[in-house]
């Protein structure tokens, strides 16, 4: 498998601009998260789907953020306006959602996305 | 209150060494589980070992073990014999259920190692 897969690696735009994430999951996985890293505040979970259908979106900062997954191979995240303060490396993970999968349900990361607002 | 604490941000160890890496966490459910993750400079997140609540025995992986203390609440990495390899940062996590019967990790902030030759 190819694992969990992102795009683009990295993302440098300018204040005001709408950016997508894109993320693939690892097929078979019913469960994917959206996470943002930095060094202020670590790594926190945005947002994360079952079976394709939001769950628990607490954790997206503000309206400017939204998140879809339209199938269950593929997911956005998207930011408009993006801040400079949206700077972050944002993660997209996804694991099984019964122990007869990943051993221990654990979560396998993609690369992340290293987005920079100018 | 944060539910995993890791209160080292940063750790040196000599090549060769043992390194324990810290873990302390808070939940009131009897059914968690533990997870310890690397990420290396390169920036993606690699799952190293985990340990259920209800696991009798600490959990090894190769040179990667977990100092699991459930009355302290504790969920220690050791890794032995450091390689300059193991320079990284490394994220101890807690998954607890949550209503519906999903699992859902929370992260602590990370322990910055550094293994110097």
């Not at chain 1, 339209?70 to 993006?82: E, G, M």
């Not at chain 1, 801040?83 to 993609?110: I, K």
């Not at chain 2, 070992?49 to 009798?56: E, K, L, P, T």
Request: proline share 6%.
């Amino acid at each position: 498998d190819a694992g969990v897969i992102q795009s683009p690696r990295h993302e440098v735009t300018e204040m005001g601009q709408e950016v997508t994430l894109r993320c693939k999951p690892i097929s078979g996985h019913d469960y994917l998260f959206w996470y943002r890293q930095t060094m202020m505040r670590g790594l926190e979970l945005l947002i994360y789907f079952n079976n394709n259908v939001p769950i628990d979106d607490s954790g997206m900062p503000e309206d400017r953020f939204s998140a879809k997954m339209p199938n269950a191979s593929f997911s956005t995240l998207k930011i408009q306006p993006s801040e400079p303060r949206d700077s972050a490396v944002y993660f997209c993970a996804s694991r099984t959602g019964t122990s007869g999968g990943a051993p221990y349900n654990e979560q396998f990361f993609g690369p992340g996305t290293r987005l920079t607002v100018l | 209150a944060q539910k995993i604490t890791q209160t080292q941000p940063g750790m040196f160890v000599q090549e060769k060494e043992a390194v324990t890496l810290d873990c302390t966490y808070d939940t009131s459910d009897p059914s968690y589980g533990l997870f310890w993750y690397k990420q290396p400079s390169s920036g993606e997140m690699i799952f190293l070992i985990y340990q259920g609540s209800y696991d009798q025995q600490n959990a090894t992986e190769g040179r990667y073990s977990l100092n699991f203390q459930k009355a302290r609440k504790s969920a220690n990495l050791v890794i032995s014999a450091s390689q300059l390899g193991d320079s990284a940062m490394y994220f101890c996590a807690m998954r607890e259920p949550q209503w519906g019967g999903s699992y859902i990790p929370t992260f602590g902030r990370g322990t910055s190692l550094i293994v110097h030759p």
